[in-house]
């Protein structure tokens, strides 16, 4: 019965008319996909340290090839060097620069839209750090809470020396293997 069903589907994909074969045939060519590049990728590319305006300035440059005051989707392809392997991913990644540099959507990149995009770029935060920031936040303010009414603490408890400094050793333990408090 499965023989049946495949040897018919095959029978039946044969019988197809000769239109369909011909639209798939004229189907326009995919183009390569477009890469998503991270800032962090842009940055190394262009090899940003400080983001001055004098390192903007002379790495914009440096990257404008023929000097007339525009980066081209030919000039991003070549920032990328030999950072990429294979020729597909330098123009897609030339697409992306150009995407998120080209602010009026001319196909050129001038000196004041590389400026303020890479400024911006630089400052925008990733969303994911929020959390990590409130844990350490949190973990910070327990320390600062606990360790000025420690004294107090013992006192109340009746604590000697050596069991103050087993609780201080157990915290220090602690930080020592990783754990934040």
């Known amino acids: 019965m499965l023989r049946f069903a495949?040897?018919?589907?095959?029978?039946?994909?044969?019988?197809?008319?000769a239109r369909f074969?011909?639209?798939?045939?004229?189907?326009?060519?995919?183009?390569?996909?477009?890469?998503?590049?991270?800032?962090r990728q842009l940055f190394a590319a262009l090899g940003l340290r400080t983001f001055s305006?004098?390192?903007l300035r002379q790495r914009f440059d440096a990257a404008d090839a023929d000097a007339d005051g525009y980066l081209t989707r030919h000039e991003a392809a070549e920032l990328f060097g030999g950072a990429l392997d294979v020729e597909a991913d330098r123009k897609a990644a030339a697409r992306a620069v150009l995407?998120?540099?080209?602010?009026d959507r001319d196909n050129r990149v001038s000196w004041d839209e590389f400026r303020s995009t890479i400024l911006e770029e630089a400052s925008r935060r990733d969303k994911r750090i929020w959390p990590l920031a409130g844990t350490m936040f949190l973990g910070?303010?327990?320390?600062?809470?606990?360790?000025?009414?420690?004294?107090?603490?013992v006192s109340e408890l009746g604590l000697g020396p050596a069991d103050y400094g087993?609780?201080?050793?157990?915290?220090?333990?602690?930080r020592r293997v990783g754990i934040k408090l």
């Open 140 to 153: 910070g303010l327990s320390v600062g809470a606990v360790m000025p009414i420690m004294p107090i603490l």
């Open 21 to 39: 074969l011909a639209s798939a045939k004229h189907a326009a060519k995919p183009r390569a996909p477009e890469r998503d590049l991270s800032s």
């Open 6 to 17: 495949a040897t018919s589907a095959r029978r039946s994909a044969a019988r197809r008319p």
């Open 99 to 103: 995407r998120r540099l080209d602010k």
């Open 53 to 55: 305006r004098e390192e």
């Open 166 to 174: 087993v609780v201080i050793s157990a915290f220090g333990f602690l």
